[in-house]
């Protein structure tokens, strides 16, 4: 009996397998081989669902920023307290994320980054987000107070 694969379950589990390699060893630092071998997959296999790193690294983008906003925006709390909530999950792993997105960032110029695909998908979830909370007239005043606290406290030793 042939082997029956849900070919795009399993692109999303490579996805998601590859974040955390992304996460531990930076993006230049990291090759299709690398991350093959972590994966237990043919670097053919792996080309088979990802065309590019690039690629690879969008889906894991996406993989990641579709799990944020599982319940996390409360509509029983304040407005807050929501906040607090979503800081949290941000400090959660902030420190390696935004080395990891200055490292996938560095040379490229600012019209470079405004058309990136993985940019442009998170922070429209960051967005989102911070929208559900405070409506979108205080947005982006908001997610900048956020990001420039987690910054603060990061660059504090916090």
Avoid: W
């Avoid at 043919?42 to 690294?57: D, G, I, M, Q």
């Avoid at 949290?88 to 792993?93: E, S």
């Avoid at 947005?139 to 990061?154: I, N």
């Amino acid at each position: 009996m042939p082997k029956i694969v849900d070919h795009e379950a399993y692109r999303q589990n490579l996805a998601q397998r590859a974040a955390a390699y992304f996460s531990a060893h930076g993006y230049s630092g990291t090759g299709m081989r690398k991350i093959a071998d972590h994966l237990g997959v043919s670097k053919s296999a792996l080309y088979h669902y990802f065309p590019s790193k690039e690629a690879l690294f969008l889906a894991c983008t996406r993989q990641i920023m579709s799990g944020l906003d599982t319940g996390l925006v409360d509509p029983g709390l304040s407005e807050e307290e929501n906040l607090c909530r979503l800081m949290d999950v941000m400090r959660g792993n902030f420190a390696s994320e935004m080395a990891l997105v200055f490292d996938y960032l560095r040379g490229k110029s600012r019209a470079e980054i405004a058309q990136d695909e993985a940019m442009q998908v998170a922070m429209d979830s960051y967005r989102m987000l911070v929208r559900k909370i405070v409506g979108p007239e205080r947005l982006e005043e908001t997610l900048a107070r956020l990001l420039g606290t987690l910054l603060l406290e990061y660059f504090s030793g916090k």
